[in-house]
């Protein structure tokens, strides 16, 4: 049974598919921003204000937002707030953050405020309220700092105290408005530069002008999980520091829309994310600059536990970027046009897809890498079919014929009349088939040559049994090709094998994926049997069929990519189990629309 150890490709409606069945922590840096799955939620969802400015998380796995309207509570379903913390006045919530003790603090023009309890308590200096609090932070030994836009830093300790920050040179830094404490470092921003701690004391890492020799302002700083610091800057982009040397810069020359960075994070994965404010949001993988996707006035950005990324925005509510097990290639992701009929994992590294009037495109390093059309000797854009001999050639089944690529050029297989062909297959004798309008022809003599000659419309799928025998799937149902006779034999069952779309060999075995019949099986002696929706299957359509290393029969239907144990499958026909158990994947798991394709081969 032909398997795929690490991830399948299916076709779905149109748009290339592949499923990776283990679970991801964060966000895959390999794939594109397009390829997370986004969700959205604004005052239609139930956000109470569309606003946020602010987000963190408490141990409890609430996310709390700082909106215009005040503090807003979030459990992934439904929102709490904002008037509906004691003690927590109902103004704009500036900054939000969890301290080492898992305690939420809330920053605004009016103060600084401390969950207890049921609800909230004022936390002031020396009797005297904390106001203009500009940045908060958690402190990797404790506590929690306190930035203030026009006054000194304040370091709050565990115990719940409060004060000014003095270090060992009875030094203190004014007008912190950002600040990052990460992998045993601690930086602020103020308008005069960049301050780090060293030790004790309070060292001025680097001027604002240094960065910035024009005169912009820094707006935000990050720590890197390798101890480099980021800073943004409004006009002049990011610089990346280190020991006080300017390591790396992104700017305009570099390909940002602008050069003004208001925010920006370093995920789990040593990913940069940043953000100006009003025209989007961008990613810095290794050294690839990517732009993000509709959102334009983001206002912060949070990776929670999971590995989310959470991004709040100005008027446009809230976005959460997931990682999935299904990713999708399409038009954002390079390919020329959506619908998708083919697609072959190649023992050479690349993935090839056969498109529906857009030729045939090259999948490499996660990149669509090259597109190619009837001007590089396709004979038609309309790719249906693809296969691959034991000598690494490509093979290529366009609606006018047939092309095989060697060396990098596609040379026409000769067919007679250059029928579409919808399916192609290489035996294990290094025999060459095709499934073609009316009849499956094998290749012979240099050419393609009639052997099965059917009644109706296609021949859509071709598969080899590990006794030999061929197999031929389409408008007829299922036909058996004997060697020895020369002859095919059509499968007669109670009730009739429907129209079939895939085929898939298990030794002697054979599965079969139907049209409106479900999973069926043929298996020697025992005949043709089949399950449906009403022994768990999740449809009674299967348009593709594969099985992976882990014990799995991967398919596709209308209803999504769906996916069954094997001996599950095998012991529901055999009798020994009532019902098995069908997991599907949908728009949660990734797919952006539901509906899969099949009909041709691979």
């Not at 301290?99 to 002031?124: M, Y």
């Not at 680097?206 to 006009?235: F, H, K, M, N, Y």
């Not at 299904?326 to 190649?346: D, F």
């Not at 055999?574 to 691979?602: N, V, Y």
Request: proline share 3%; net charge negative; glycine share 16%.
């Amino acid at each position: 049974m032909g398997r795929l150890p690490a991830a399948l490709w299916l076709v779905a409606s149109g748009l290339l598919a592949g499923a990776h069945a283990s679970p991801v922590l964060g966000l895959d840096a390999s794939k594109r921003i397009s390829q997370y799955r986004l969700r959205s939620w604004s005052l239609d969802e139930g956000l109470p204000q569309s606003t946020v400015r602010a987000i963190t998380q408490t141990p409890d796995g609430y996310l709390w937002l700082g909106t215009l309207d005040g503090l807003v509570r979030f459990d992934g379903v439904r929102f709490s707030g904002p008037a509906s913390w004691p003690g927590l006045p109902r103004v704009p919530s500036e900054v939000v953050a969890t301290d080492s003790r898992g305690r939420l603090w809330v920053g605004c023009r009016e103060g600084l405020f401390r969950a207890e309890g049921d609800g909230f308590e004022e936390v002031q200096l020396a009797g005297e309220r904390i106001s203009d609090v500009a940045a908060l932070v958690a402190r990797a030994a404790g506590g929690l700092w306190v930035g203030r836009a026009q006054e000194s830093l304040l370091v709050a300790g565990e115990d719940g105290g409060i004060g000014v920050f003095v270090d060992r040179a009875g030094q203190t830094i004014k007008g912190v408005f950002a600040a990052a404490d990460r992998s045993g470092q601690t930086c602020f921003i103020s308008r005069t530069g960049v301050h780090c701690l060293v030790g004790d004391d309070t060292q001025l890492l680097v001027a604002r002008l240094e960065i910035a020799p024009q005169g912009s302002l820094l707006s935000s700083v990050w720590i890197g999980e390798d101890g480099g610091v980021w800073v943004g800057t409004i006009g002049e982009g990011a610089v990346k520091l280190r020991d006080g040397v300017v390591e790396a810069r992104l700017d305009v020359a570099g390909g940002l829309e602008v050069g003004t960075i208001l925010i920006l994070m370093e995920d789990r994965h040593g990913v940069l994310w940043l953000a100006d404010g009003t025209s989007g949001f961008a990613r810095f993988a290794g050294s690839r600059l990517e732009r993000g996707l509709g959102l334009q006035t983001v206002q912060s950005f949070f990776e929670d536990r999971e590995g989310n990324l959470w991004i709040g925005s100005n008027s446009e509510g809230l976005v959460q970027l997931s990682d999935v097990p299904i990713t999708v290639y399409s038009t954002a992701e390079g390919l020329p046009l959506p619908v998708v009929h083919s697609v072959l994992a190649s023992g050479h590294g690349s993935t090839w897809v056969g498109l529906e009037g857009g030729g045939l495109a090259e999948i490499r390093n996660g990149e669509v890498a090259q597109v190619f059309g009837m001007a590089d000797g396709l004979p038609s854009l309309d790719v249906m079919s693809l296969a691959e001999d034991r000598e690494g050639r490509l093979l290529v089944g366009t609606a006018g014929g047939v092309v095989r690529r060697e060396a990098g050029v596609f040379e026409t297989v000769p067919v007679e009349g250059s029928p579409p062909a919808f399916s192609l297959f290489e035996d294990s004798r290094g025999a060459l088939w095709g499934g073609f309008l009316r009849e499956v022809r094998r290749f012979t003599d240099g050419a393609f040559r009639s052997v099965v000659w059917g009644r109706d419309r296609y021949v859509g799928a071709i598969s080899e049994t590990a006794n030999g025998a061929m197999w031929f799937g389409g408008s007829e149902g299922l036909l058996r090709w004997s060697a020895g006779t020369g002859e095919a034999q059509a499968i007669i069952a109670d009730p009739p094998v429907p129209l079939v779309l895939a085929l898939l060999a298990d030794g002697d075995d054979l599965w079969v994926g139907t049209h409106g019949g479900g999973l069926g099986r043929w298996q020697g002696e025992s005949g043709y049997s089949s399950l449906g929706r009403d022994q768990g299957l999740c449809d009674d359509d299967v348009f593709s069929l594969l099985a992976d290393d882990q014990g799995h029969l991967w398919m596709s239907s209308n209803r999504g990519v769906f996916v069954v144990e094997t001996a599950d499958a095998r012991a529901v026909l055999d009798g020994s189990k009532m019902e098995l158990t069908c997991r599907l994947f949908g728009r949660a798991q990734g797919m952006r629309q539901r509906e899969a394709s099949g009909g041709t081969q691979p």
